[in-house]
C-alpha cells in the first residue's frame, strides 16, 4: 500500500481510456483537479463523466492510461476511505436505517466513533432529520445524506457526481458555499453538473468533455475571453452608425429583429465614438457576452469536428 505524497489530495489523470467493447467511452482524456480550487467537470449526457469518475475512484479499470490522488493510484491509498469522499449515486441507503444509523454503520467500518454521525449530520443541516427512516426522504435529503457519508473521514478529497441534483434553491446555495470552502482550506474538490449556471457560480476551474475527449480546459474567466463579445445599441439611425463603424473598420454587422444594431468585436466605447462621430443619438447600448452554457453548446454542439479535434476552439487545449 502506499500513503498519498501531496497535501490536498491532487487528483491527476494522464491519457485516460476506457473501451466497452467497439465503444471508446473516454479517449486520451488527462486533467488535473488541483487542492485549493474547485474543479467542475462538465459534458453532455453520455461524454463519459461518469466513466472518468470511476475510473479516478478504481470502480471502473481504465483499457489505457492512469488516474492518481495525491500521488497514487486510488487502489494503492493506504486508507481510501478516509482519503477520499465520493458521491457517485444518491440511492445506496436502506429504507428503512435512520440516516444516524446509515453513517454510524458507515463509522464503525473506518474506525471513526459513533459522534462523528452527528457531526456530520449537522454539517449538512439534516441534525433534524437524524432519526427518521432514509425511505422517506426526498431527493434533496438523500443527496445531503451522501455527502454526508462522504464527510465522515474529514478527507482531503472530494470527488462528486451531480451532487446538486434534487436539491432546493436554498439546498443548492448551500452546496456552492460548502464546495467553495472545503477548497478554500487547502483541500480538492472535483464534482460534475449539468446546472451550468450553478458551476458558473461554483468553480473556479473547468474540464469540458465531448464524446469522451477534453474540449477545453481552463478558468472561466479565460473560456469568456476567448469568445468575441459584441455590443448591441439601440440608436436613432442604425444605417448612418453602420456605415461609420464599417470606416472604422468594424464590419461584422448585423440588425436584429427589434431594430438594434448588434457589432461584433468592439467594445462600448468604440461604438459610442463612432456614434458621436456619426452624429446619430444613442438609446441604449450594452456589451454581450456568452455566458456558460452558451459557451457550453458552443464547446460541445459544434459537431463532431470539435468532438475530434480539441484544437478547434481558440480556448482548447
Not at 45 to 64: D, E, I, Q, Y
Request: glycine letters at 12%; hydrophobic letters at 45%.
Amino acid at each position: 500500500m502506499q500513503a498519498t505524497d501531496e497535501r490536498g489530495g491532487r487528483i491527476t489523470a494522464h491519457a485516460l481510456t476506457k473501451r466497452f467493447g467497439s465503444v471508446e467511452a473516454v479517449s486520451d482524456l488527462s486533467f488535473t483537479a488541483s487542492p485549493g480550487v474547485v474543479t467542475g467537470f462538465l459534458g453532455p449526457n453520455g461524454s463519459g463523466k461518469t466513466t472518468t469518475l470511476r475510473m479516478v475512484l478504481g470502480l471502473v479499470a481504465p483499457t489505457a492510461g492512469e488516474a492518481r490522488i495525491g500521488g497514487a493510484r486510488f487502489c494503492d491509498l493506504e486508507q481510501p476511505a478516509r482519503a477520499v469522499g465520493a458521491v457517485l449515486d444518491a440511492q445506496g441507503f436502506h429504507p428503512g436505517r435512520a440516516a444516524r444509523a446509515h453513517l454510524r454503520a458507515h463509522a464503525a467500518a473506518i474506525g471513526l466513533p459513533d459522534g462523528r454521525a452527528d457531526e456530520v449530520l449537522e454539517l449538512v443541516g439534516l441534525t433534524d432529520a437524524a432519526r427518521r427512516p432514509v425511505g422517506g426522504f426526498s431527493l434533496g435529503m438523500r443527496q445531503r445524506l451522501s455527502l454526508a457519508t462522504a464527510l465522515l473521514a474529514d478527507p482531503q478529497t472530494l470527488v462528486l457526481d451531480e451532487p446538486g441534483n434534487g436539491l432546493d434553491p436554498a439546498g443548492v446555495a448551500w452546496l456552492r458555499s460548502f464546495l467553495r470552502g472545503f477548497a478554500g482550506s487547502g483541500r480538492t474538490v472535483l464534482f460534475s453538473s449539468h446546472l451550468l449556471a450553478e458551476v458558473e457560480q461554483t468553480a473556479d476551474h473547468l474540464v469540458v468533455i465531448s464524446h469522451g475527449r477534453s474540449v477545453y480546459q481552463g478558468g472561466l474567466d479565460q473560456l469568456r475571453a476567448s469568445s468575441r463579445s459584441r455590443v448591441l445599441v439601440r440608436c436613432a439611425s442604425p444605417a448612418r452608425l453602420a456605415e461609420e463603424l464599417a470606416r472604422g473598420g468594424l464590419l461584422e454587422l448585423d440588425t436584429l429583429p427589434d431594430g438594434r444594431l448588434a457589432v461584433g468585436g468592439a467594445d462600448p466605447v468604440k461604438v459610442g465614438d463612432a456614434a458621436l462621430a456619426a452624429g446619430v443619438a444613442v438609446y441604449g447600448l450594452v456589451e454581450e457576452r456568452a455566458d456558460l452554457e452558451q459557451l457550453f453548446f458552443q464547446l460541445t454542439g459544434a459537431g463532431s469536428a470539435a468532438a475530434q479535434d480539441p484544437g478547434v476552439h481558440p480556448a482548447a487545449r
